[in-house]
């Protein structure tokens, strides 16, 4: 048994964006890990202005003296990587480039993933988006090793998290990101110390989401062929991008907050009404209503329902 506050794990971590950087913390602190290096995004320009910006993670690891790497998805420079950082364990969470399988093969512990379902279900880019689009009750935590294959890797524990009925994209993926740092730790000391047996995922239950799944284009509410339930998760699965959008008098409307209501009015799918200080889209039920209690109208800041009709009135 080896013991990590005594010899910590030297381990390299790879990741990019805001909830990166929770888990990179909390690995940071916790004394049984020691933070060698970390592989993030080159720096991007950002803003109507263009400044050269580095990834959250970036960030955070220069503050706090760690060594920072840009692979740009070249063989050679992971080799280097290697070379340089010796890593017995490699962490990654949402680092947005696919490792090369000497990489992910070289480190004693090998390398671990933090994927937000229950895996197999949902492989791929948008977890956390798909399972609000489709109803789910509850999605999780699946803590894996890395494979060749997409979210294919064997499995070290799994944490199921509830889905709330307001649940949007970002509130939820806080929960699953505040719990994965939370327990990161004790599985990654299990697994070095030969407690876990990972579970082989079955394949023959895989689903999967792509990143074109949560486009723009697809955040288009459709009032003549979507459900109205499913227009409500549309609302809160693409917050906060690209939002919920339709189209009012010729101009772009995004929906920040939706209910589903029912009145005794009839409107044609997508026809707006104002009645009783409340805005409601039509839809393709009969009675059946989309009540917006949020909105952006382009070319406006965003607002409420009752800023929104007060504006009409003046």
Same mark, same amino acid.
């Given at each position: 048994?080896? @013991? +990590?506050?005594?010899?910590?794990?030297?381990? #390299?971590?790879?990741?990019?964006?805001?909830?990166?950087?929770?888990?990179?913390?909390?690995?940071?602190?916790?004394?049984? $890990?020691?933070?060698?290096?970390?592989?993030?995004?080159?720096?991007?320009?950002?803003?109507? &202005?263009?400044?050269? /910006?580095?990834?959250?993670?970036?960030?955070?690891?220069?503050? @706090?003296? %760690?060594?920072?790497?840009?692979?740009?998805?070249?063989?050679?420079?992971?080799?280097?990587?290697?070379?340089?950082? &010796?890593?017995?364990?490699?962490?990654?969470?949402? $680092?947005?480039?696919?490792?090369?399988?000497?990489?992910?093969?070289?480190?004693? !512990?090998?390398?671990?993933?933090?994927?937000?379902?229950?895996?197999?279900?949902?492989?791929?880019?948008?977890? %956390?988006? &798909?399972?609000? +689009?489709?109803?789910?009750?509850?999605?999780?935590?699946?803590?894996?090793?890395?494979?060749?294959?997409?979210?294919?890797?064997?499995?070290?524990?799994?944490?199921?998290?509830?889905?709330?009925?307001?649940?949007? @994209?970002?509130?939820?993926? &806080? =929960? #699953?990101?505040?719990?994965?740092?939370?327990?990161?730790?004790?599985?990654?000391?299990?697994?070095?110390?030969?407690?876990?047996?990972?579970?082989?995922?079955?394949?023959?239950?895989?689903? !999967?989401?792509?990143?074109?799944?949560?486009?723009?284009?697809?955040?288009?509410?459709?009032?003549?062929?979507?459900?109205?339930?499913?227009?409500?998760?549309?609302? =809160?699965?693409?917050?906060?991008?690209?939002?919920?959008?339709?189209?009012?008098?010729?101009?772009?409307?995004?929906?920040?907050?939706?209910?589903?209501?029912?009145?005794?009015? $009839?409107?044609?799918?997508?026809?707006?009404?104002?009645?009783?200080?409340?805005?409601?889209?039509? /839809?393709?039920?009969?009675?059946? $209503?989309?009540?917006?209690?949020? +909105?952006?109208?382009?070319?406006?800041?965003?607002?409420?329902?009752?800023?929104?009709?007060?504006?009409?009135?003046?």
């Amino acid at each position: 048994m080896r @013991n +990590l506050k005594e010899q910590p794990v030297r381990t #390299l971590f790879l990741g990019t964006d805001w909830e990166s950087v929770e888990t990179l913390k909390a690995l940071d602190i916790d004394k049984r $890990f020691e933070i060698v290096g970390v592989i993030t995004a080159v720096d991007k320009e950002m803003g109507r &202005k263009q400044v050269l /910006t580095p990834s959250k993670v970036k960030e955070y690891a220069v503050k @706090n003296n %760690i060594e920072v790497y840009h692979t740009q998805k070249q063989k050679e420079r992971y080799e280097k990587v290697l070379d340089i950082f &010796k890593p017995e364990l490699i962490v990654c969470k949402a $680092f947005g480039e696919i490792l090369p399988g000497f990489f992910i093969q070289y480190p004693k !512990y090998k390398a671990i993933n933090i994927h937000f379902s229950i895996l197999p279900k949902y492989r791929g880019a948008v977890p %956390i988006q &798909k399972a609000i +689009l489709e109803g789910e009750k509850e999605t999780g935590i699946s803590i894996m090793l890395m494979s060749d294959g997409m979210d294919e890797g064997d499995i070290l524990k799994i944490f199921k998290e509830p889905i709330l009925l307001d649940d949007t @994209n970002l509130s939820l993926r &806080k =929960r #699953l990101v505040k719990k994965s740092a939370e327990v990161l730790g004790d599985i990654l000391e299990d697994w070095v110390n030969g407690k876990i047996t990972p579970v082989v995922q079955d394949s023959s239950k895989a689903t !999967y989401c792509w990143q074109k799944d949560i486009s723009k284009e697809n955040a288009q509410i459709l009032w003549d062929s979507m459900e109205p339930k499913y227009i409500e998760r549309l609302v =809160r699965a693409m917050l906060p991008w690209p939002v919920a959008w339709c189209m009012l008098d010729g101009k772009r409307v995004k929906l920040f907050d939706v209910e589903i209501v029912d009145r005794d009015i $009839f409107k044609k799918p997508g026809e707006i009404s104002y009645d009783n200080s409340e805005i409601l889209f039509g /839809t393709k039920d009969d009675g059946v $209503f989309v009540k917006v209690n949020e +909105l952006q109208i382009e070319g406006k800041n965003k607002m409420s329902y009752t800023q929104f009709l007060n504006g009409m009135k003046s």
